[in-house]
């Protein structure tokens, strides 16, 4: 019994794959996942009594790269909030994006959705005062189809004790919310911040974002793995341009990632990645995912991978979910 808590514990400590595989292999997959939820579950507890400790906080943001879990994180924290007795209003950052029209263009004449000024920050920022002041505010969607913001009678209003939790990848960059006081905002940078060990020490950290959304677009937006990672390179240079240079400015930051995350991706992802045909150009870096990582990791048989609850962040890419996105 001994020597068995010591091999799920070496798991855990050193989060190396070789410790890993020796807990898959001894049974340990229902007992690792079970403790690195609670692990998800003890940041969101200390994330929340810091919040409830800044009494003047009014708006919590939360921005964190590409597939980094920032939707789920919102919704995990205002569950958080509200067991402490703080009324949480979650409110999508994307829902304030400009009419496609009026929408910026990159330097190849397509439309920039991830720059700033894709977003009306003068509306965002009214809004935000008059519920600051107590006033009942429609909130908008965003209509992607019709590529229009549009209002569905969607109306919010805060109350002593609530707090505007919003996710984005602006969250941090103070001219989202250049007309709201510091001492009402909380900023949280959410993201894949300790890798398993496979190779040298943060040698998958983006490598496993970037499977996790290869596994989401797969599931959920019809993309194939060979379009997920061609987009990939542009997608991290628009994370060093708008993310990168205000993630010392956050309160907090999150931990999305879970040890057991890339066993479980090895049963979604090895597939997708051997149906990259040699002639693509997505190749090359399809078979560095599949030699360097997924072929070095134990995967979790579908029994162990049933364990993972439905507020896992994990739920968010491979589905399941109790949250609805």
């Known amino acids: 019994m001994v020597r068995d808590e010591k091999i799920w514990q070496r798991a855990i400590n050193e989060n190396t794959v070789g410790a890993l595989n020796d807990a898959l292999i001894a ?54 909030l509200a067991s402490i007795g703080i009324t949480p209003i979650v ?22 959705f991830e720059c700033l000024e ?23 969607d965003y209509d992607f189809v019709l590529g229009e913001r549009v209002f569905r009678g969607k109306r919010v209003q805060m109350t002593p004790g609530s707090i505007i ?65 061609l987009r990939w390179p542009s997608v991290r240079a628009g994370e060093e341009k708008n993310i990168v240079p205000f993630m010392d400015l956050a309160d907090m930051k999150f931990d999305s990632s879970l040890i057991y995350e ?21 190749y090359d870096e399809a078979q560095r995912l599949l030699d360097f990582i997924l072929t070095k990791v134990a995967a979790l048989t579908p ?4 364990c993972i609850p439905p507020t896992s962040i994990l739920r968010e890419f491979i589905g399941g979910s109790s949250f609805r996105y």
């Open 262 to 282: 890339l066993p479980l991706f090895k049963s979604y992802a090895e597939n997708l990645l051997r149906s990259v045909p040699h002639r693509s150009p997505a």
């Open 303 to 306: 029994e162990e991978a049933g």
């Open 118 to 140: 894709a977003l009306d920050v003068p509306f965002l920022n009214r809004q935000l005062r008059q519920l600051f002041a107590g006033e009942e505010v429609e909130i908008p």
């Open 165 to 229: 939790v919003m996710e984005g990848i602006h969250g941090l960059n103070p001219g989202l919310t250049p007309e709201i006081a510091p001492e009402n905002k909380f900023s949280i940078y959410a993201s894949v911040l300790r890798s398993l060990t496979i190779r040298k020490p943060n040698d998958s950290v983006y490598d496993t974002r970037l499977l996790r959304r290869m596994v989401r677009d797969n599931q959920f937006r019809g993309n194939g793995p060979a379009d997920t990672i």
């Open 27 to 80: 049974g340990f997959g229902p007992r690792l996942i079970q403790l690195s939820e609670v692990m998800h579950a003890r940041q969101f507890t200390i994330i929340a009594d810091e919040i409830a400790r800044r009494v003047d906080a009014k708006l919590c943001l939360i921005a964190g790269p590409s597939s980094s879990g920032k939707t789920t994180t919102s919704k995990r924290l205002a569950l958080h």
């Open 91 to 112: 409110i999508a950052m994307d829902n304030y994006f400009k009419n496609r029209k009026d929408t910026p263009r990159d330097e190849k004449g397509e439309y920039d």
